[in-house]
């Protein structure tokens, strides 16, 4: 479906901001414009969910959570960073591999089962784009993630 993709993730931040319990800031760096993507709602629904979710559960209190969505050439860029305890540089990579958890003891008590990443990537994947993380221990993780956009198709309905 297409679908106005701006729209659509300011949904979803709004329905983590509302259930939100904790105090941890939203700040949204979003273009002002409607960008049409053609995307499976259900499945990047459950993608950004899950990134949401981590940035949550690895977040300490009083930290900042920040959406970005950037037009890049024949993609988007869609970025969620947080100010949380970061993932190791040599963990980077394996944290989208099934039932890889970074630190057991570290994550026991926070529960999940390893699963989210693994997922996204095999969703996005199915959609054409790329999912990657960049982070930096103790200081956060940015989730970044592309789907394939072109700017000419809007045109077509004018
Ligand atoms: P599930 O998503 O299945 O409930 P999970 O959150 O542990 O479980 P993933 O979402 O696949 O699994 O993430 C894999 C691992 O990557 C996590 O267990 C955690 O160690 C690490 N991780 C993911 N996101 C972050 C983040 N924002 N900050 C720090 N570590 C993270
Ligand atoms: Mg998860």
């Given at each position: 479906n297409w679908i106005d993709f701006v729209k659509f993730f300011n949904h979803i931040i709004d329905r983590f901001d509302m259930m939100k319990e904790r105090d941890i800031t939203f700040k949204r760096l979003l273009p002002n414009k409607v960008i049409f993507v053609?995307?499976?709602e259900d499945k990047i629904t459950q993608v950004i969910d899950n990134i949401i979710s981590n940035a949550l559960k690895y977040s300490p209190d009083g930290g900042q959570i920040t959406f970005r969505l950037k037009e890049l050439d024949g993609k988007v860029e869609i970025s969620i960073s947080d100010q949380?305890?970061?993932?190791?540089?040599?963990?980077?990579?394996?944290?989208?591999?099934?039932?890889y958890r970074v630190d057991r003891a570290r994550t026991r008590?926070?529960?999940?089962?390893?699963?989210?990443?693994a997922i996204a990537k095999e969703m996005i994947?199915?959609?054409?784009?790329?999912?990657?993380?960049?982070s930096k221990e103790g200081k956060g993780t940015t989730i970044l993630f592309t789907l394939p956009y072109d700017p000419v198709q809007e045109d077509d309905w004018s």
């Open positions: 053609e995307v499976d949380g305890i970061g993932i190791p540089k040599d963990n980077i990579d394996r944290v989208f591999q099934r039932f008590q926070l529960g999940g089962t390893g699963l989210g990443l994947s199915a959609q054409g784009g790329e999912i990657w993380a960049k």
